[in-house]
């Protein structure tokens, strides 16, 4: 049951107000996350607390947007389609000192992901929901038809897609792609992406005049100085291996200690290794296969980023695997802006003659159709055959391959690193990976300004854009991947 007072949100906030008028001051954009400790967290407990908050933090609403963006984690999609819930809410965060006799229109977009991204880092995915607001200008083409699914149910999962800053290094800006979450269980969809637009006359209730679901939807918010950065946890096991035959996305042959070897006979001993390693420490084995990524790195990086000398599991140098990941990181923004692709290994090892030793890399590297993605793939290697600097993230002969790994992370250092108020896009682990422990009861709620937070388990797709309101000009290394380490994530540099 929802708050009956809530249908008039002048009313409820009138019950939280304190002597402070609520600021008009214009933003450019708004955002906040409501995270929620309890599956237990009732409507109107989450409302109530929402009308305390907006009554009491200077800036957090201004009730003067004209947009809303709302991500909610997979539990609380069905919230999001309930029409009366919805009301109130939005009546909460449309409530101004100004205009409130005046009618109101507020064009709505909302979304379901896989998590709200933690304020940690590094941390588990968090439940609850994630807010942006501003002018029209933050969801464009927003009632454009041919974003619409109508009637048919599409195969591939809706997106998001947010417009950053360019990366340390690249001169153009970047396009950030992030799937949705799968809320067949949820709410009989395959994923829930829709518009919507309300209207209220004077202090009434938000009233749905129209919905539509869509198929996806650009995002775009306010640049600030800063360059996008991205943070990938992962731990080298071997020194960059120059790849010395490979076509499309299937690396045949590399070059460990100047000769030729099958490419995963080194990846065939050192995975166990691994095993062993952890298992002495005490560290329980995964609950399913490990996952295992290749760097494909132009020749010139290696050198330039001093990656013969980084620190592997191999060498034996490693004491933390934390702290290894963690100094590769570092490298990520300025090996991204080199040219350099990240792939997971899909399949390979064993065999004979050959098909020995063979790897098979992920060549799903744009938010596209899986079939037409190998096609392009294959007919881009092929052309570049001989080339030492592809300018796809396919492997070549001449270029290098880094194979990693994710690391171990105890609680305390998946909660090491704090992020301040920014727009942090993830990559979601997958559930069984998770220790995000619910309370029994009612549970807490918190509201964190100034944060908004998103996670795909389906990773992120990142590309440079050619050129964008006359940003990005001048010659750059190509740049397009997919991010899909879980615990990645990029903070594209917008506010």
């Given at each position: 049951m929802i708050l009956r007072t809530t249908l008039r949100p002048a009313r409820l906030l009138a019950r939280c107000a304190t002597r402070r008028h609520l600021s008009t001051r214009p933003t450019p954009t708004s955002k906040f996350s409501v995270?929620?400790?309890?599956?237990?967290?009732?409507?109107?407990?989450?409302?109530?607390?929402?009308?305390?908050?907006?009554?009491?933090?200077?800036?957090?609403?201004?009730?003067t947007e004209d947009c809303t963006a709302i991500v909610a984690s997979q539990d609380y999609a069905a919230w999001l389609q309930d029409?009366?819930?919805?009301?109130?809410?939005?009546?909460?965060?449309?409530?101004?000192?100004?205009?409130?006799?005046?009618?109101?229109?507020?064009?709505?977009?909302t979304a379901v992901s896989d998590g709200i991204g933690s304020p940690y880092g590094l941390d588990d995915p968090q439940k609850g929901f994630s807010f942006l607001s501003g002018s029209r200008d933050i969801l464009p083409s927003l009632w454009d038809a041919e974003s619409f699914t109508g009637s048919r149910e599409p195969n591939q999962a809706a997106a998001l897609t947010f417009?950053?800053?360019?990366?340390?290094?690249?001169?153009?800006?970047?396009?950030?792609?992030?799937?949705l979450a799968n809320t067949i269980f949820q709410n009989g969809r395959r994923s829930t992406l829709f518009a919507s637009e309300w209207h209220r006359d004077g202090d009434g209730p938000m009233r749905l005049g129209k919905r539509e679901f869509k198929q996806s939807q650009r995002i775009f918010t306010h640049n600030t100085s800063m360059h996008s950065t991205a943070t990938i946890p992962l731990m080298p096991l071997a020194p960059p291996r120059k790849i010395v035959t490979g076509l499309g996305n299937i690396v045949r042959q590399v070059e460990i200690d100047g000769a030729p070897a099958p490419a995963s006979k080194e990846l065939e001993a050192l995975i166990p290794q691994l095993f062993e390693t952890r298992g002495a420490a005490g560290i329980s084995p995964p609950s399913g296969p490990i996952g295992v990524w290749a760097w494909v790195i132009p020749p010139h990086v290696v050198e330039a980023e001093e990656l013969s000398e980084v620190a592997c599991f191999s060498g034996g140098s490693i004491a933390n695997e934390a702290d290894a990941a963690l100094d590769m990181s570092t490298r990520a923004d300025r090996m991204l802006a080199a040219g350099c692709r990240l792939h997971r290994i899909l399949s390979g090892g064993g065999g004979w003659g050959a098909k020995q030793g063979l790897l098979s890399l992920d060549p799903e590297t744009s938010?596209?159709?899986?079939?037409?993605?190998?096609?392009d793939a294959f007919v881009k290697a092929f052309e570049e055959r001989n080339s030492a600097e592809p300018s796809s993230g396919l492997v070549s002969p001449g270029s290098y391959v880094l194979f990693c790994v994710e690391p171990y992370l105890t609680t305390e250092q998946k909660r090491s690193l704090k992020l301040p108020p920014i727009l942090s896009l993830g990559v979601s682990p997958h559930a069984e990976d998770t220790q995000h422990s619910l309370s029994e009861g009612p549970g807490k709620i918190r509201i964190l300004d100034g944060y908004m937070g998103i996670q795909s388990a389906a990773g992120l797709f990142v590309k440079a854009l050619p050129e964008v309101d006359g940003r990005g000009t001048g010659k750059a290394a190509s740049l397009t991947t997919r991010i899909n380490v879980p615990r990645s994530f990029l903070v594209p540099g917008i506010v």
């Open positions: 995270l929620l400790d309890s599956p237990q967290a009732s409507k109107d407990k989450v409302l109530l607390e929402l009308a305390k908050h907006v009554t009491s933090a200077r800036n957090a609403v201004t009730g029409e009366s819930f919805m009301s109130c809410l939005l009546g909460l965060l449309s409530v101004s000192d100004e205009g409130n006799a005046l009618s109101r229109k507020l064009d709505v977009l417009l950053g800053n360019p990366i340390e290094g690249h001169s153009r800006p970047l396009e950030i792609t992030l799937p938010y596209a159709q899986p079939e037409q993605n190998d096609i």
